[in-house]
């Protein structure tokens, strides 16, 4: 199965299953599960994971759902555990018809992972459907707005900060996949903060797990 | 025990007791605990399932609770641990009495999976009991009204998509279990974000765990 | 330690050590740890669940704190692990204070199971305390007229389903444990979402997890 | 380190570490644990539990911490699996302050368990921060009036239940523990039950898990 | 990867991989591993924790976040399991810019841990975004005046206890993490209790799980 435009996206997190042997951990099958993934047209990037939710994230876009599905079980059989994942496709969202091609493309086909910023950041999002705040009954033109406001928030932060938002509605537990690369933890921090007092995030963000770590290849990371 | 009219569905959501080791699970014994399963009359469809919840989705619907019971002592004994599950019913709806008869035979007898539409998908949902929205407070005709809306915004996926809504009120912990299978993923996201701005879903839904993945044999899946 | 009236009742939800292996649950100790419970004065009623939560429930009903206490034990020590389980006792409410004393007397000491009715299912249930629907600060007289609408709603399936509410307000998570016993599956979907259109359920009733199957011996179950 | 004034409190909740094979659990090093705390100042209360939360609770008062750590790894180390836990220490809270010394001396320094009351029960409480009812932004005196009610509910079961109320805010997710020892199961549900009615509770209280049992020596509980 | 300014910090939550069996804890490594973080720059604090939720906390403060993902995967080799983590950075918020320049250094480059105060406590916290509190709604100027309210508050506990506040906003589940170090469990309770009755706590808090016990060298906690 193949997608007709854009990419599927998955984000695996996973561990060691024996993290006190690190003999227990095949790394060259896993670096070659990787490799067979890229060969069949997928990006794959990696970074070392802080914290106990997984010690590594593996995060996947390709145009053919069983290239993804292959990845994941070549990493599990190279002794990997995945303990959280994340299933999303790229889009661009009803905001953002109207903008020039080539950052259309950038949303369908991203090139990643971006010079220059090693942290690496990933949540997910959805928008709120209560009795004070319900984003699914705001009509389209406050939505926009918002939209912009929270557009203009994050391009003070352009350069600084890579961000791939993925759509993920019915294919997994919330509406949105956010994809961070930052210069740094700080710029990570700051942009996030930042953007919780935009209407969109004040009154209808839904966030859940962060995880955050950094760039690096399976080696570095098992080393 | 028998259904005297429509069908037990059961899904089951599977990964291998040692994901490491392909030896570990037995795919003979799979294949023949599904297969047993068909001889007693049950539809059995599989699907390969992305992420960390399972790696295998089983859905079974026939009309004997034993034989989905055995189905899943099968696959257990065979290596695979069940990680997630859901129990429903078919059903014609309160809001779907007046259909034509040969409509009301697909929703209690369907027969799947249907042809040309890979990707799969299962979700369940229940209506809000809230002080804003209460869905079991709300009479008769503005519920009806809302599922014609809800009708209507589905149908223009009609092709794209195959719908089966089944009952669990009382039998799982959400009141219906909605399963999808679609020509692609985007066209699985493209149905529940429109359908998300209906009354009945933007005001009243509630919805658990996506699983998402595209149909396959069982002997493909642990290839 | 024994009850003074009523009985004490012990739900649990069990599922073998290594369900990949048959050999491992030692059926002669689980039957011989029912039986000695039997001799003991409890009841106690089994039944095999579908789904991940547990492949067989164990419920037991008797005066002796101990003997629910060593049979929980004794299912342990045959090989089954205790996945979830309930504790509550049998009473009779505040709402029923004025009924025949052969009612009172089948609250209290209730013959399980019923005749007739295979299909099994047991969920806990709660009552709402938020600012629009607060259960507990409604008054007596209101409380009491749901109480009877929503007797009224039930006694339309009298014949097809007995069920059975028993206090856990101090014991357990929720207020009370529902246990029904339906003659099918169908039957005990049409009870819990019909009575979900009372005010007592719509507008107070929190529920926990549902755990549906089918009355079956233990040697039934495993075979 | 040591308290100044009351004592530590430390309700643990075990497991044996195999359940299916007694004789994993070094029962002797268990009790060896218990007496190395009790000569260490502390007072141990240990409890036969009903259910999948845990087998045994043990509840430790003392004025070292290090003795209730030791403790907890004594146990640990005889084959006992800590399934969950709660961390408070004795207080008397702000609404307590005018009474007699001897009644402020049984809460600071509580001596346990009382005679002739073998029901054991535990559950954490907190009180509600939302828009309807907030404990924290309602005056002292509206707060002592709701005490004053809550305390004259509670006398109503006296002699038949004991209650140590425990101060907990920023030791444990909630603010309060609430350790019960009864006549029976009935009093304490019936305890529990009559007390959600005033206001303190209907209004204002968030419960954790309940846990529930008899009084037992560690040797009856795994005999 | 650098923090530019400030540092990055650490909470990990470890138990043994085999809490019976003191042996297989590499007590010796597990102290390399932390020493070895010392040399690259790290402070590292250990405490012995109450409770099930871990034995052992290491909270760890660097500016170099290699040297703290090696930390963690050295403590894993051990032998121990990270139970829970949590990562933040030091910080200087938007409500304290103009304080003196030493105190904005104690906040970004804390000199840890205080002298005479063994009680250590770690708790994650978020501010409300609802329909009756959104702190991300509220205008500055309040915000401003409800941040000093609540530092009059702690200022009544100076010298009792030392707390340390790192931000989290896209790192973490919560927006902040909290560390106190206090003279005794007393005064943690004491400090968080009367904090509480803030508005910008009563209205706005949200608390995630609290971590608490007794500064401890590693080899006193596994002794």
Known sequence: MRMETGLCVLHLFLSPRKPHD????????AV????????RGCQVVTA???????????MALGPEIEALRDLQTGLQRAGLVVTDSYVSITEV????????????????????????KPAFCFYPMSKRRDG???????????????MHEHGSSG?????QVLQLITGSTGL????????????????IKDVVYTLRFDEASALY???GDFYVGELAYLDQIFA
């Open 32 to 39: 070659a599960a990787i490799q067979a993934a890229e060969q």
């Open 205 to 207: 963000g839904e966030f």
């Open 93 to 116: 969202s009803e905001y953002a018809k109207g903008l020039p091609e080539h950052m259309l493309q950038a949303r369908l086909y991203p090139q990643l992972p971006p010079e220059g």
């Open 48 to 58: 070392a994971i802080l914290g106990h939710k997984g010690d590594l994230a593996v």
């Open 155 to 159: 391009r003070k932060f352009a350069g």
């Open 172 to 187: 997994d537990a919330y509406e949105w996949g956010v994809t961070l690369f930052g210069e740094s933890l700080q710029t």
């Open 22 to 29: 690190p003999d227990e951990t095949d790394r060259g099958a």
């Open 132 to 146: 004070h705040s319900n984003w699914y009954a705001a009509p389209y033109d406050k939505r926009l707005a918002m």
